[in-house]
């Protein structure tokens, strides 16, 4: 007898990728006239060095394009190399303490809502072992769900503490108490039981829910009701932060939220010193295509001017002073009716968003020297604090 797995509410990871099949490689050399022998010498090549790319990565970035210079493919990196990059402009030693807070969304909201900047509302946390002051907490599955279908204000985002790509995430519309059901945002209907249980079946079991923002109108006309964040990735050097590019997660018209690797999702480039969208793209590797309209609303999106843009500029630079001794940040904001919100910032941001949203390498001849001089003020930094630290423990 077979059994039927009950659907989840939390979207759950992707699958990892998967080596280049025979079949892509074989389409690649036919339609672009790209031996396999040049298109494994080249993912070797680029699986070295500083671009550090997985196989499949040579394909994501349709680095088999023969249009493409070599000079422009090795502009390129990979996830791994977007690692280390980002290690290079905010080193450990130097921005531990600073990465503990950022990661941590409760702390990092706490804290910036405290010095005044705006930001999302949490109405509860799911935790076992932690309290948060005055937030309330749900320490088990029967208090969550008595939250869910009692006490909480729709529409409602769930998300866990720590974690990236939207992973554990959902966007509930409203309750239905009759059955005891939760609307998601994407149609589907789910017990509140259920969804309580899917947030303490995780170990690490610590899931904030929060007022979903209202998004302005000038993006829901265009993308649906669901939050496309404006991703701002800003660097650190000696003086203050300044904006390094700016991209508009899009979100797929079935899905919760707007992270890229969900089917649909698309990625915008917009105008750093205005606001204005330059270009949207959607899928990657073969199936990357560039959109003049939005699917569905059948908008054009470089009809598009982000609203707030000075304030969201103005946050996001702000923001990151507040954490000098991280030299590069990625920040997701919401732009809701009155303003923006800052939703989270990360210390390891995902570079290869720019590099799908634009067809360009990261490190182009624009990035690479700022990347350089923020590196160079990071590590002059790093080796007076050790120095420092020699000092204090010889008069110690």
């Keep these: 007898m077979s059994s039927t797995k009950a659907p989840t ?39 070295r060095g500083r671009q550090r790319m997985g196989l499949h990565e040579y394909y994501t970035f349709r680095l088999f394009d023969p249009e493409r210079s070599m000079e422009e493919k090795r502009q390129f990196v990979g996830l791994l190399a977007n690692k280390d990059l980002n290690k290079r402009l905010s080193p450990r030693d130097l921005a531990l303490g600073t990465n503990v807070i950022v990661e941590d969304k409760i702390f990092f909201e706490a804290l910036i809502t405290q010095l005044g900047f705006p930001t999302t509302q949490t109405q509860a946390v799911t935790s076992r072992t932690r309290h948060f002051g005055n937030i309330p907490r749900l320490d088990t599955v029967e208090a969550a769900e008595v939250f869910l279908l009692n ?190 919100k800052i939703i989270e910032a990360n210390p390891n941001p995902h570079h290869t968003l720019y590099q799908l949203a634009t067809g360009k390498g990261v490190l182009n001849e624009s990035f690479a020297p700022k990347f350089e001089a923020v590196a160079a003020v990071q590590k002059a930094r790093l080796e007076e604090a050790k120095a420092k630290s020699r000092k204090k423990k010889k008069t110690s």
């Design 9 to 47: 509410a939390l979207l759950a990871a992707p699958d990892m990728p998967k080596p280049p099949s025979h079949e892509l490689i074989v389409k690649v050399a036919r339609d672009y006239g790209v031996s396999p022998f040049r298109q494994a010498r080249e993912m070797l090549q680029f699986s």
């Design 151 to 340: 006490e909480a204000r729709y529409p409602l985002f769930i998300k866990p503490v720590s974690g990236s790509r939207s992973v554990g995430s959902a966007l509930i519309s409203e309750r239905d108490t009759s059955d005891g059901s939760l609307h998601l945002m994407n149609g589907r209907q789910i017990p509140a039981r259920a969804v309580a249980e899917e947030m303490f079946a995780d170990a690490k079991g610590s899931y904030l829910l929060q007022s979903a923002v209202q998004q302005s109108d000038t993006l829901s006309d265009v993308a649906g009701s669901a939050v496309g964040s404006i991703r701002v990735v800003t660097l650190m050097g000696d003086q203050m932060p300044e904006v390094l590019y700016t991209l508009w997660k899009v979100p797929s018209p079935s899905a919760m939220s707007d992270n890229y690797w969900q089917d649909g999702s698309m990625i915008a480039e917009i105008d750093p010193t205005n606001g204005q969208v330059l270009q949207c793209h959607r899928g990657q590797g073969l199936a990357r295509e560039a959109l003049s309209l939005h699917p569905v609303s059948g908008k054009a999106f470089t009809d598009i001017r982000i609203p707030h843009w000075d304030a969201v500029i103005d946050i996001t630079t702000r923001c990151h002073a507040l954490f000098a001794k991280s030299g590069v940040l990625g920040w997701d904001i919401a732009i809701g009716e009155t303003g923006p």
